[in-house]
């Protein structure tokens, strides 16, 4: 029989196709596929001991890495102290060993130069250019040999008890008032004065400036190094750096007096 169709395009279509008898054992794609053709989870995704094999395999190769670089760090900090040592010039040493290890570090430089703090930099540089025109006015050495020499000798004896206080108190307190670095560089010329006994004034003068540093705030430029770094978690205030550094100071000063001064007397006989 006809079959009618509901409109004209469908049975216009019903006549255009014709009917295929199904065939018998026949099934759907999926079906006709087998189970292990399907892709599964498990074989796709990385299973959880070889991620943790690889994870282990690259920390060890870090930590490879890293072992080499200390040595290599610790090679440069080596070549750095022979250079002092044999007094080559402190400022190229300074310079080649610390390209040396921005190019062992093999990270990009600028991640280095943006951590740099500019007004830090330049607040220390300034120090030195106004103790640089300080001592050029010749007021350093006239109060220096004022204070030092007793006007009985062309020499500064640091055997003298008195001399030898006076030189810590005034190293104690020029830190403090302009940063040990910039006074250790303002007397430094002066140190000649003390003669036979120059040595021991230089690691006396090294050591005082040292703990001197931990008074206030101010005392050594590291402070401020470290404080301008933590201020972003922290805010450390003057007095109450002062209330933790200044009885360690006023502890460690007087209690290594009488040792100074005793090498004083040794290094004088």
């Not at 640089?132 to 006239?142: K, N």
């Not at 430094?188 to 040595?199: C, K, M, N, T």
Request: charge should be neutral; hydrophobic fraction near 50%; glycine fraction near 8%.
């Amino acid at each position: 029989g006809i079959v009618r169709a509901a409109g004209p395009s469908a049975g216009l279509a019903s006549a255009a196709e014709p009917r295929l008898p199904p065939v018998r054992g026949a099934s759907s794609p999926a079906a006709s596929m087998g189970s292990s053709d399907l892709p599964t989870p498990a074989s796709n995704a990385t299973s959880p001991e070889a991620a943790s094999k690889a994870e282990l395999t690259t920390s060890k190769l870090h930590g490879q890495a890293s072992r080499w670089r200390l040595v290599a760090f610790a090679l440069v900090a080596v070549c750095v102290m022979a250079g002092f040592v044999a007094n080559l010039d402190l400022g190229f040493t300074c310079i080649c060993g610390a390209i040396a290890m921005v190019v062992l570090d093999r990270r990009p430089p600028d991640q280095m130069l943006a951590s740099l703090d500019g007004s830090l930099l330049l607040f220390f540089s300034s120090l030195f250019v106004v103790m640089r025109g300080v001592s050029d006015t010749g007021l350093p050495s006239l109060v220096w040999e004022k204070l030092m020499v007793d006007g009985r000798s062309a020499e500064a004896d640091l055997g003298s008890f008195s001399v030898l206080v006076t030189f810590v108190l005034v190293v104690l307190i020029g830190s403090n008032v302009m940063s040990n670095v910039p006074l250790v560089l303002l007397l430094a010329p002066q140190i000649h004065i003390f003669g036979s006994q120059e040595r021991f004034a230089w690691l006396l003068l090294s050591w005082v400036s040292t703990v001197a540093g931990n008074l206030t705030f101010v005392g050594s430029i590291a402070n401020l190094i470290v404080a301008e770094k933590a201020k972003a978690q922290y805010r450390l205030r003057f007095w109450e750096f002062t209330r933790i550094g200044a009885p360690s100071t006023l502890v460690i000063i007087p209690a290594t007096l009488p040792v100074l001064w005793g090498m004083a007397k040794l290094l004088a006989d």
